[in-house]
Protein backbone atom coordinates (compact mmCIF):
# COMPACT_ATOMS: atom_id res chain seq x y z
CA UNK A 1 0.00 0.00 0.00
CA UNK A 2 1.09 3.62 -0.97
CA UNK A 3 1.47 5.70 2.31
CA UNK A 4 3.54 8.45 4.19
CA UNK A 5 3.67 8.06 7.31
CA UNK A 6 4.95 11.54 9.59
CA UNK A 7 4.97 10.08 13.47
CA UNK A 8 5.43 13.37 15.22
CA UNK A 9 2.10 15.78 15.47
CA UNK A 10 4.08 18.29 17.15
CA UNK A 11 8.10 19.21 16.86
CA UNK A 12 8.26 22.12 19.65
CA UNK A 13 12.01 23.26 19.65
CA UNK A 14 14.16 26.42 20.80
CA UNK A 15 15.52 29.37 18.50
CA UNK A 16 18.83 28.52 17.11
CA UNK A 17 18.32 24.53 17.66
CA UNK A 18 18.70 21.82 15.34
CA UNK A 19 15.14 20.59 13.93
CA UNK A 20 14.50 16.98 12.31
CA UNK A 21 11.09 16.58 10.67
CA UNK A 22 10.58 12.68 10.39
CA UNK A 23 9.18 11.14 7.07
CA UNK A 24 8.77 6.90 6.06
CA UNK A 25 7.24 6.23 3.28
CA UNK A 26 5.85 2.74 1.87
CA UNK A 27 5.76 2.55 -1.95
CA UNK A 28 6.26 -0.34 -4.53
CA UNK A 29 8.27 1.57 -6.99
CA UNK A 30 10.43 4.67 -7.30
CA UNK A 31 8.15 7.46 -5.84
CA UNK A 32 8.97 11.10 -6.19
CA UNK A 33 9.09 12.46 -2.76
CA UNK A 34 8.29 16.05 -1.41
CA UNK A 35 8.15 18.65 1.58
CA UNK A 36 5.31 21.04 1.68
CA UNK A 37 4.64 23.78 4.37
CA UNK A 38 1.55 25.90 5.60
CA UNK A 39 2.91 28.95 7.23
CA UNK A 40 -0.20 30.45 9.30
CA UNK A 41 -3.13 31.96 7.51
CA UNK A 42 -1.51 31.39 4.05
CA UNK A 43 -1.72 28.22 1.56
CA UNK A 44 -0.23 25.35 1.02
CA UNK A 45 3.47 25.38 -0.97
CA UNK A 46 6.28 23.30 -1.99
CA UNK A 47 9.55 23.67 -0.24
CA UNK A 48 11.40 21.11 -2.08
CA UNK A 49 11.60 18.14 -3.85
CA UNK A 50 14.03 15.24 -3.83
CA UNK A 51 15.32 15.30 -7.43
CA UNK A 52 16.15 19.13 -7.31
CA UNK A 53 18.44 18.37 -4.12
CA UNK A 54 18.77 21.89 -3.29
CA UNK A 55 18.62 23.55 0.08
CA UNK A 56 15.26 25.99 0.46
CA UNK A 57 15.33 28.02 3.42
CA UNK A 58 18.16 25.97 5.04
CA UNK A 59 16.20 23.01 4.60
CA UNK A 60 17.46 20.09 3.10
CA UNK A 61 16.34 16.55 2.48
CA UNK A 62 17.65 13.36 1.91
CA UNK A 63 15.82 9.99 0.27
CA UNK A 64 17.31 7.17 1.86
CA UNK A 65 15.61 4.62 0.31
CA UNK A 66 16.93 1.45 1.82
CA UNK A 67 15.04 2.90 5.40
CA UNK A 68 12.15 4.27 2.94
CA UNK A 69 12.75 7.74 4.85
CA UNK A 70 12.77 11.24 3.89
CA UNK A 71 13.66 13.56 6.74
CA UNK A 72 13.50 17.43 6.53
CA UNK A 73 16.55 19.05 8.53
CA UNK A 74 17.45 22.61 9.65
CA UNK A 75 20.55 22.92 11.82
CA UNK A 76 19.34 26.07 13.33
CA UNK A 77 15.14 26.42 13.25
CA UNK A 78 14.38 30.54 13.26
CA UNK A 79 11.13 31.58 14.66
CA UNK A 80 9.98 32.05 11.36
CA UNK A 81 10.36 28.56 10.22
CA UNK A 82 7.22 27.64 12.95
CA UNK A 83 4.81 26.12 10.14
CA UNK A 84 2.61 22.84 9.40
CA UNK A 85 5.11 21.01 7.42
CA UNK A 86 3.68 17.93 5.35
CA UNK A 87 5.79 15.21 3.74
CA UNK A 88 4.19 13.58 0.39
CA UNK A 89 4.86 11.06 -2.31
CA UNK A 90 3.99 10.80 -6.01
CA UNK A 91 4.36 7.75 -8.29
CA UNK A 92 3.96 9.66 -11.51
CA UNK A 93 1.09 7.76 -12.24
CA UNK A 94 0.34 7.67 -16.18
CA UNK A 95 2.72 11.12 -16.39
CA UNK A 96 0.48 13.17 -13.46
CA UNK A 97 1.72 13.79 -9.73
CA UNK A 98 -0.84 12.25 -7.49
CA UNK A 99 0.19 13.33 -4.19
CA UNK A 100 0.03 11.08 -1.13
CA UNK A 101 0.44 13.10 1.75
CA UNK A 102 1.05 12.84 5.70
CA UNK A 103 -0.75 13.69 8.14
CA UNK A 104 1.35 16.62 9.01
CA UNK A 105 3.93 17.87 11.56
CA UNK A 106 3.56 21.02 13.55
CA UNK A 107 6.74 22.42 14.21
CA UNK A 108 6.89 25.60 16.57
CA UNK A 109 9.81 27.58 17.13
CA UNK A 110 10.65 29.40 20.13
CA UNK A 111 12.52 32.56 21.18
CA UNK B 1 -1.21 36.61 -11.51
CA UNK B 2 -3.22 35.82 -8.56
CA UNK B 3 -2.83 32.50 -7.64
CA UNK B 4 -5.62 29.78 -7.41
CA UNK B 5 -8.64 31.00 -6.29
CA UNK B 6 -10.95 28.95 -4.97
CA UNK B 7 -14.71 29.66 -3.41
CA UNK B 8 -16.95 30.08 -1.25
CA UNK B 9 -13.80 30.15 1.24
CA UNK B 10 -16.51 28.54 3.56
CA UNK B 11 -19.61 26.87 3.31
CA UNK B 12 -22.32 25.79 5.33
CA UNK B 13 -25.09 23.35 4.37
CA UNK B 14 -27.11 21.19 6.46
CA UNK B 15 -28.07 17.65 6.40
CA UNK B 16 -29.42 16.67 2.84
CA UNK B 17 -28.49 19.54 1.00
CA UNK B 18 -25.74 20.41 -2.25
CA UNK B 19 -22.65 21.76 -1.91
CA UNK B 20 -20.50 23.45 -4.68
CA UNK B 21 -16.97 24.10 -4.65
CA UNK B 22 -15.33 26.12 -6.88
CA UNK B 23 -12.00 26.52 -8.10
CA UNK B 24 -9.91 28.68 -10.73
CA UNK B 25 -6.69 27.63 -11.97
CA UNK B 26 -3.52 29.56 -12.47
CA UNK B 27 -3.59 31.20 -15.53
CA UNK B 28 -2.33 28.68 -18.41
CA UNK B 29 -2.68 25.88 -16.36
CA UNK B 30 -4.97 22.99 -17.54
CA UNK B 31 -4.65 20.14 -14.64
CA UNK B 32 -6.31 20.56 -11.43
CA UNK B 33 -6.55 18.38 -8.56
CA UNK B 34 -9.14 18.47 -6.39
CA UNK B 35 -7.89 17.04 -2.45
CA UNK B 36 -10.07 16.50 1.04
CA UNK B 37 -8.47 16.95 4.48
CA UNK B 38 -10.45 15.34 7.67
CA UNK B 39 -9.51 16.80 10.98
CA UNK B 40 -6.16 15.94 12.14
CA UNK B 41 -5.49 13.84 8.56
CA UNK B 42 -3.15 14.94 5.66
CA UNK B 43 -4.84 15.66 2.40
CA UNK B 44 -6.34 13.01 0.52
CA UNK B 45 -6.24 13.13 -3.31
CA UNK B 46 -9.79 12.91 -4.75
CA UNK B 47 -9.67 13.08 -8.69
CA UNK B 48 -7.43 15.13 -11.40
CA UNK B 49 -8.99 16.31 -14.26
CA UNK B 50 -8.14 18.10 -17.15
CA UNK B 51 -9.72 20.60 -19.50
CA UNK B 52 -13.09 18.64 -20.24
CA UNK B 53 -11.89 15.21 -19.20
CA UNK B 54 -11.74 13.49 -15.99
CA UNK B 55 -8.60 11.61 -15.92
CA UNK B 56 -8.34 10.18 -12.45
CA UNK B 57 -11.19 9.85 -10.04
CA UNK B 58 -9.94 7.03 -7.99
CA UNK B 59 -10.10 8.92 -4.94
CA UNK B 60 -13.92 9.96 -5.27
CA UNK B 61 -16.62 8.23 -3.19
CA UNK B 62 -18.16 6.73 -5.64
CA UNK B 63 -22.07 8.30 -4.41
CA UNK B 64 -22.66 11.92 -4.37
CA UNK B 65 -19.67 13.14 -5.26
CA UNK B 66 -18.83 14.50 -8.85
CA UNK B 67 -16.55 16.71 -10.55
CA UNK B 68 -16.27 18.92 -13.71
CA UNK B 69 -13.32 21.16 -15.32
CA UNK B 70 -15.55 22.88 -18.46
CA UNK B 71 -13.87 24.65 -21.25
CA UNK B 72 -14.51 27.54 -20.01
CA UNK B 73 -14.56 28.68 -16.13
CA UNK B 74 -13.82 27.33 -12.88
CA UNK B 75 -13.40 23.55 -11.71
CA UNK B 76 -16.58 22.46 -9.71
CA UNK B 77 -16.61 20.12 -7.40
CA UNK B 78 -20.61 18.64 -6.50
CA UNK B 79 -21.47 17.22 -3.58
CA UNK B 80 -24.54 16.38 -3.47
CA UNK B 81 -26.92 15.26 -0.68
CA UNK B 82 -24.45 16.23 2.33
CA UNK B 83 -24.21 14.51 5.46
CA UNK B 84 -21.82 15.48 8.41
CA UNK B 85 -18.90 13.03 7.66
CA UNK B 86 -18.42 15.44 4.68
CA UNK B 87 -17.42 18.42 6.64
CA UNK B 88 -13.80 18.78 5.80
CA UNK B 89 -11.31 21.06 4.13
CA UNK B 90 -11.26 20.98 0.64
CA UNK B 91 -7.91 21.92 -1.23
CA UNK B 92 -7.77 22.71 -5.32
CA UNK B 93 -4.51 22.74 -6.98
CA UNK B 94 -3.69 23.46 -10.65
CA UNK B 95 -0.68 22.80 -12.85
CA UNK B 96 1.28 22.87 -16.00
CA UNK B 97 1.77 19.35 -17.22
CA UNK B 98 3.32 16.93 -15.07
CA UNK B 99 4.93 20.25 -12.97
CA UNK B 100 4.73 21.62 -9.53
CA UNK B 101 1.41 21.92 -8.02
CA UNK B 102 -0.03 25.17 -6.65
CA UNK B 103 -2.68 25.12 -4.31
CA UNK B 104 -5.68 27.25 -3.18
CA UNK B 105 -6.52 28.24 0.14
CA UNK B 106 -9.00 25.84 0.35
CA UNK B 107 -12.78 25.45 1.25
CA UNK B 108 -13.91 24.60 4.79
CA UNK B 109 -17.25 23.28 4.26
CA UNK B 110 -19.17 22.37 8.04
CA UNK B 111 -21.91 20.33 7.81
CA UNK B 112 -24.56 20.91 10.41
Known amino acids: AQRVTQPEKLLSVFKGAPVELKCNYSYSGSPELFWYVQYSRQRLQLLLR??SRESIKGFTADLNKGETSFHLKKPFAQEEDSAMYYC?????????????FGAGTRLAVHP | NAGVMQNPRHLVRRRGQEARLRCSPMKGHSHVYWYRQLPEEGLKFMVYLQKENIIDESGMPKERFSAEFPKEGPSILRIQQVVRGDSAAYFC??????????FGPGTRLTVT
Open chain 1, 88 to 100: ALSGRTGGYNKLI
Open chain 2, 93 to 102: ASSLPQDEQY
Open chain 1, 50 to 51: HI
